[in-house]
């Protein structure tokens, strides 16, 4: 069975850095493209980053451009995120999820699989 397991949420200051992981199993890998989105109380899921399979090209949200940069190890089966520069409003849950299609776009619908999420909390 297919699944994705995040990690490496946390408390961090404003200005800080994390690095997201997000482990996967049950299919192969490295003929997936990856998205990253988070949903903050009370608000939609929104995109944050995409990574095609072979990781030749990414996308991100224009309010994580030049903050936050995806990258995945079809070795290790896993993807990644890290966060520079942290503002009190990325403060969410971040999931990461297997596109459905060839590129992974900014529509959650577009992505067939999901994990549990992992909490990231800013403070000011």
């Known amino acids: 069975q297919a699944q994705l397991v995040e990690s490496g949420g946390g408390l961090v200051q404003a200005g800080g850095s994390l690095r997201l992981s997000c482990a996967a199993s049950g299919r192969t890998f490295s003929t997936y493209a990856m998205g990253w989105f988070r949903q903050a109380p009370g608000k939609e899921r929104e995109f944050v980053a995409s990574i095609t399979w072979g990781g030749g090209r990414t996308y991100y949200a224009d309010s994580v451009s030049g903050r936050f940069a995806v990258s995945r190890d079809n070795a290790k089966n896993a993807v990644y995120l890290q966060m520079n520069s942290l503002k009190p409003e990325d403060t969410a849950v971040y999931y990461c999820?297997?596109?459905?299609?060839?590129?992974?776009?900014?529509?959650?619908?577009?992505?067939?699989?999901w994990g549990q999420g992992t909490q990231v909390t800013v403070s000011s």
């Open positions: 999820a297997f596109a459905a299609g060839p590129i992974g776009t900014k529509i959650p619908d577009e992505y067939d699989l």
